[in-house]
Nanobody, 116 residues
């Protein structure tokens, strides 16, 4: 099993920045991909960014050039640096970990609100 604990959400003005953190514990050696997804009210959950165990990154088109996903292996933590935030980035952001077995684990979610 894997436990994921997110932090770093909040309220920010348009154009501002936030950094989300996701600390993993448990069977972390079985993780092949970690990433961030988001879900806005009335919408489906969507991929924001993922990073593989080999360091490959994939971003949603809507966040390319503004968001950066990174990881600190020593701390078993994945980060999402979000710059130039827009109101349409408002959502609950969820950390995800996928294992070799294709089992997915999710964090509890953290609210990001972009508003003036």
């Amino acid at each position: 099993q894997v436990q994921l604990v997110e932090s770093g959400g909040g309220l920010v003005q348009p154009g501002g920045s936030l950094r989300l953190s996701c600390a993993a514990s448990g069977s972390i050696n079985s993780i092949v991909v970690m990433g961030w997804y988001r879900q806005a009210p009335g919408k489906q959950r969507e991929l924001v960014a993922i990073i593989t165990s080999t360091g490959n990154r994939v971003y949603a088109d809507s966040v390319k050039g503004r968001f950066t996903i990174s990881r600190d292996s020593a701390k078993d933590t994945v980060y999402l640096q979000m710059n130039s935030l827009k109101p349409e980035d408002t959502a609950v952001y969820y950390c995800n970990a996928r294992l070799f077995s294709n089992i997915n684990y999710w964090g509890q979610g953290t609210q990001v609100t972009v508003s003036s």
